[in-house]
């Protein structure tokens, strides 16, 4: 069974941080690019990093640029994103996905691309 567990959401005040995980299952990790998805209240799915296969190369929305980074240990099936000077426009559900290959950037920031998901952990903000 495939599975994607996003975890280590929470509250944290604004300037906070937290580390989210995302630990994945059920195929082959290592051949697939990871990517970060977030949903904010009445809002839609926003793409906010991906990280590749081969050459961990890494990708950031510019609302999030210089504050988040993406990470990826193949060896635990786990990619990360440590998100510092945290917002509150950054409240949201995060998820995690997963996509087959190689994809070009372009393939990667749209989300109906992605082959598996995870469900989501809610990161929340405080002014």
């Known amino acids: 069974e495939v599975q994607l567990q996003a975890s280590g959401g929470g509250l944290v005040q604004a300037g906070g941080s937290l580390r989210l995980s995302c630990a994945a299952s059920?195929?082959?990790?290592?051949?697939?690019?990871i990517g970060w998805f977030r949903q904010a209240p009445g809002k839609g799915r926003e793409a906010i990093s991906c990280i590749s296969i081969k050459d961990d190369r890494t990708y950031y929305a510019d609302s999030v640029k210089g504050r988040f980074t993406i990470s990826r240990d193949n060896a635990k099936n786990t990619v990360y994103l440590q998100m510092n000077s945290l917002k509150p426009e950054d409240t949201a559900i995060y998820y995690c996905?997963?996509?087959?290959?190689?994809?070009?950037?372009?393939?990667?920031?749209?989300?109906?691309?992605?082959?598996?998901w995870g469900q989501g952990t809610l990161v929340t903000v405080s002014s």
């Open positions: 996905a997963a996509i087959a290959g190689s994809p070009i950037l372009s393939t990667m920031w749209i989300g109906d691309n992605y082959d598996y």
């Open positions: 059920g195929f082959t990790f290592r051949d697939y690019a």
